[in-house]
Structure formats: C-alpha cells, structure tokens
C-alpha cells in the first residue's frame, strides 16, 4: 500500500481482553520508532508486546542513492521507491488505568501518525519531536505526581554473538510512562540505529532486546560505549519514571537528554563516581524533573554552562534554608572572594557566587510550592545588598590604589550610600527582576591620593566600576538600573546629597511620578549614617501634606497602557487590572494619607496595604482581595519568566 504519497498505513485490530494489536508499516526514518513509541503513550497506551522490524526489497542498480538505514542521519535524497527499506511495527497494547481507546480515538491516532511521518519524510525530525511532546505533555499532566518514590533495579546486558550485524542489547526493569519513547529518542540523538527489537511484559516486568548498530552500520563492541549506553538507559528508565512530577514534561526529557551527555560523557573520574551516587537517590529524579521542566532558561543559562556545580547544588539545597541572616551569605562570599589575588579573579568569584545563589534561591522556589512570594523576594533582596556591599568595598579598594580616599572640604571622609528602589528598594523582587539603584554620596570635596580628582570626577568613576562589576545574566536579570536619579538618563551616575534634597523637593525639577517612585526608596548598602538621611528625606517629601493630583495620575497611567501595551495582547504587569494597578492604587493613598498616618510610609506595597487597612482607608474586604490578586499575579509573572527566561510580562 506504500507510494509517494501515502508514506504509512496503520491497522488497529478489535479489542480482545482490553487489549489491541497495532500494526504500522512504512518507509523508515530517523528517529521513527521513537516518535511511534511516542504517541502510544500519548493516547495513554501501555506497550506490552512488540515486533520490530526493518527490512528492504531488492537493491536497485547501482546509480541508487543511499537511504535512511545506512546512516540515522542521513536523509535519501530520491522521494520513496523501491530501493527504500521499510518498517513493519506490531504492538500489543493496553489502555493505561481507566482510558479509552475509542474508534474517535483510533482514527486521531491514524490521523496523527501520517502527519508526524509526513515531517519525518521531510526532514523536520525535531519538528516532530516536538510535536509527540505536546501530545505527551496532555497526557502525563493527568498523572500528575504519580510517582511512587521508589527506584526498582535495571538489568542491561550486551551480547554479539546472537546476530552477525548487529548487537542485542538486553534490557529488564519495571514499566515506567514514556520510557521506550525517551530511550529510542537518545538512541537516535546518539547515532544508534535499531534495526530490530521485541517488547515483551512479563509477570508485569519489561523485557526489551532491541537490534542496534552504531552510525558506520556497525556492531557496538567498544566496552565504553556499551556502558555509556547502559548508565543512559538506566537513567532515563528512573527519570521517565518520575517524569509525571515535571511542570511540562517536553521541556523536561528534552534537557534531560543534553544532561546525560554532560553526566555520562562528560564527567570523568571521582566527580563521575559522586554524580552517579547523586544520581542513584530516590529524591534525585522528581526533584530533577521539576527543575528541568520548568524553564528553557534555567538549563541554559546555568544547568549547561556551569554542569560541574550543578550536582553539589542539588545534594546541598536541601540543607540550606530559602533565607539566612544576612551575616552567613556576606562572611560566605568574603571567604570566595578573599581567596583570589588580584581584581579580575574577585570580580570572577563575586559573580560565581552570585549565580550560583541566585540558582539556589531559584530552584528553591521552584521545588518547593510552599516557598512563599514574600520569603522568595527576602532571598533575593538579601542576596542583591551582599553582592552591592561586597562589590562597592572591592571597587573602593581598587580606585584607592590611584585616587585615595574621597574628603569633603573639611578633611573628614567622604560617605557614599547605594539606595534601594523599585522592587529591590520594596523588597519585592521576584524572578528575573533587576535592582534599581541610586548612587549618593556626601558633598564635594577631593580625593587624598597621589593622583587627585574631585569628589564628582571620583564617584562618577565609582559608580562605573560598580556597574561593570556585577555582570547582569542574560536578558539584563540582575541588571543594575540607575534611572531613577535626578535628570533620569541624562543626569549624573552619582549626585551629591545636598543636590538630591533640592531635585526632590517642593521647589525642585522632579516630576509627580518621580515623587511616587521615591516610595520605594531606601538604603540598601555603603554608609548607614549618609542611607538614613536620604530615607528622613524621602519621608519629608513623599509625606508632606502637599496634595496629590489623582486626575493628573490616572492620565499618565492611560498614557502608560496606550504606550506599553501591544494592542490585542494582555500584559501581566501593565494591563488593565494587573500587578501595576494595585501598586499604583496603594502608592496613590500612600501619597494622599501618609503625612497623617507613619504606618503607610513604607516602601513595601504589602505592608502600606496592611496599614491602609488598620489605618480603616481601605476595607478589610477589599484590602484581602488586592491582597490575593496581587500575590497571584505576581507568582504569574514569576511563571512567565521563568519559562521564557526573560523579564517581559
């Protein structure tokens, strides 16, 4: 029934005992058997017996272009013919638990098994990769935490002597979802041909031999890569296993693949032998899969870069709670910094630190859902004033060794603060959030060393070193944003504090929504004495009985929607009803009531909504209903980055 242009056939038999037998037949492809195995446990069907084989008619002459089946790889260039080897798959399977496999259910499965074979014709395999991992996705999430917690043994063996083309590779263990599927997808991404293979249950084991040669169409006689083959199959039997526990189980087989390359051939010696121990721990695997099933961005940018501190970060995250005081990370990034001589191997082991506990603080958060919002944002605002005070020693001391130390005009030491706004200034960071910052320092004066330069010139290079210092992640996530500072963009780096008085003032050029902003404002790292007058400051500003014009507000947060949200779209953060209505509504009563009230001068929008509550401004209704909302969109968005690894909304 084979052409050009019907690439496969499928017969379905009647049910006999709840079982059906599925006959396919088609040209063979890369990947094909995988992608077959693929979409019978996406219909939620249990692979109890099965034949597998790929056989070719006739050679045709000698001007006939290779095919698929001498080499996984390689793509015939003729359209199907004659010369092209087939396949004939029969599997004996089972509905999983209370599914169905209704006719509708047969001519979808029919339907769908000619498209994925039509990309397969084509060349797209990772298009059709992809699209059995949808179809998985909707099933496994409807076994969702199934996973017993139990790791049952795997018994691989190798033979050569059975066939004289291929080796029989032996494999015995408990059935677990997707299993067959995951390993012929790592067989094929490995360049392992099957050529072969029978599935048989047995008193509720699994019994698979399948036929395999190498990508030369070879036996596999190396004894190493015999037992690469073996610690990946016996991984990926125990991660299937627990592959229900994966917030989106594509993204989770598909990192897990590019880990076991990075465990099993990477890895050498001692750190190999600790992985695998790690690795053989019940807690291991549905921990990993919700870790690698969670964010593109994650495996990316630390699981992969950085694979050789991802295992010590797995086995000790338990240990460490989401939030310390801050003592324990500063003395533990002094000790990590203080080990390098000179400033590039500081500034190198600063930010080591910093990912790495940024990492930390993540996959806590995302492990375990009973990390609240509020604790999450602790962390990382804790973990941001360590890094900010740490790096502002480190390039004090290096602008030290030319300039000296800054003095204001009467010889006393120059202060120099970093303040907190936005959601650092809050403490209300959440994923993917970068720290707005403002630079102050005490007045003008000059520098005592060797090479002076005025206070101004002195900080401006300060506050430049500083930005350089702490390298932003991709995406800009903890990025340093100075642009709430007098002037915004065109304004100095750093401004003295008699000139950050006037600015923000009554009398002075900031904006009403400047004025707003300045809630958020407090000291975050550098001097205490010079950070508590910039926040008495604030207090006199933002809370003087000076009125607030809500009309001139509202206007600016229309022109904010009209500007910042694409039409026909809805943004977690700026549309209409999300996180930024809530903020701005307390900060506008903030505004209006907090010369009265000392409880609302607060840069957290929780706490200024409690007190609007106390304080009988908004009821408790409403307030725990802004309460609600505000926690769920927040978590939201924190959802939305983490899958995009980005910070748009």
């Known amino acids: 029934a084979l052409t050009p242009e019907h690439l496969c056939e499928c017969d379905i038999s009647d049910p006999r005992d709840g079982h059906f037998e599925l006959t396919v037949v088609a040209y063979d492809y890369f990947a094909e058997f995988a992608t077959i195995c693929g979409l019978l446990s996406a219909f939620g069907l249990n692979i109890e017996e099965g034949q597998i084989y790929t056989f070719a008619d006739a050679p045709a002459g000698p001007s006939a272009k290779p095919g698929y089946g001498q080499g996984p790889r390689q793509r015939a260039k003729l359209r199907p013919g004659l010369s092209r080897k087939k396949i004939v798959d029969i599997f004996r399977v089972r509905p999983v638990g209370d599914a169905s496999f209704t006719p509708e259910d047969q001519a979808r499965f029919t339907a769908e098994l000619r498209t994925l074979v039509g990309l397969l014709d084509e060349g797209q395999f990772e298009d059709a990769r992809h699209a059995v991992n949808r179809l998985l996705v909707e099933y496994l999430g409807k076994r969702r935490g199934s996973f017993s917690g139990l790791l049952h043994p795997v018994q691989i063996a190798f033979d050569n002597s059975q066939s004289p083309t291929d080796t029989i590779m032996d494999i015995r263990s408990d059935d677990t979802p997707a299993f067959l599927y995951a390993f012929a997808n790592a067989l094929a991404m490995r360049n392992v041909y099957i050529s072969q293979a029978r599935i048989d249950l047995e008193g509720g084991k699994l019994h698979d031999r399948f036929a395999v040669r190498n990508r030369y169409g070879q036996k596999l006689t190396d004894q190493a890569e015999q037992q690469q083959l073996r610690l990946t199959a016996v991984l990926i039997k125990q991660f299937t296993h627990a592959l229900t526990w994966a917030p989106d189980p594509k993204k989770a087989m598909e990192a897990f693949d590019q880990f076991l390359d990075l465990t099993v051939q990477e890895t050498k010696g001692k750190a190999r032998e600790e992985a695998l121990a790690f690795l053989s721990d019940k807690k291991t695997f549905p921990l990993l899969a919700r870790l690698l099933g969670a964010s593109d961005f994650l495996w990316e940018d630390f699981l992969r870069r950085q694979h050789d501190h991802l295992l010590p970060l797995l086995h000790g995250y338990r240990d460490a709670p989401l939030t310390t005081p801050r003592s324990a990370p500063a003395k533990a990034l002094d000790r990590a910094v203080d080990r390098s001589k000179d400033d590039a191997g500081r500034k190198e082991a600063l930010n080591r630190f910093k990912d790495q506990e940024l990492f930390r603080i993540d996959m806590k958060h995302i492990v375990e859902p009973d990390t609240s919002l509020p604790d999450f944002s602790q962390a990382l605002t804790q973990l941001a004033e360590v890094i900010l005070e740490r790096s502002l020693k480190d390039c004090q001391a290096k602008l030290s060794k030319t300039y000296g130390a800054p003095r204001l005009g009467n ?239």
Not at 479 to 494: F, W
Not at 519 to 525: E, G, M, P, T, V
Request: charged fraction near 25%.
């Open 411 to 649: 010889g006393k030491p120059c202060a120099f603060a970093v303040m907190g706004a936005g959601k650092f200034g809050g403490r209300e960071l959440g994923y993917a959030s970068d720290i707005e910052v403002l630079f102050v320092y005490g007045g003008a004066g000059r520098t005592n060393g060797k090479a002076h330069i005025e206070n101004s010139e002195y900080f401006e290079r300060l506050t430049q070193e500083l930005l350089q210092w702490i390298e932003a992640k991709q995406e800009g996530i903890f990025h340093l944003d100075i642009r709430l500072r007098p002037h915004g963009g065109k304004g100095l780096l750093a401004n003295p504090f008699d000139e950050i008085t006037t600015y923000y003032s009554a009398d002075g050029l900031a904006a009403p929504f400047e004025r707003q902003a300045m809630i958020k404002l407090r000291h975050a790292a550098g001097d205490a004495v010079l950070g508590k007058q910039v926040e008495a400051h604030r207090d006199r500003y933002v809370y003087s009985s000076a009125p607030w014009d809500v009309a001139a507000a509202l206007d600016l947060r229309r022109q904010q929607l009209k500007q910042l949200v694409e039409r026909g779209t809805i943004n977690a953060k700026l549309s209409p009803g999300g996180v930024v209505d809530i903020e701005y509504a307390i900060q506008y009563l903030q505004l209006m009531h907090g010369h009265r009230h000392a409880m609302l001068r607060t840069p957290n929008a929780m706490q200024a909504l409690a007190g609007l509550v106390e304080c009988g401004i908004v009821s408790r209704q409403d307030g725990e209903n802004l309460r609600r909302a505000y926690l769920f969109i927040r978590m939201l968005i924190d959802g939305l980055r983490m899958v995009r690894g980005h910070a748009k909304d």
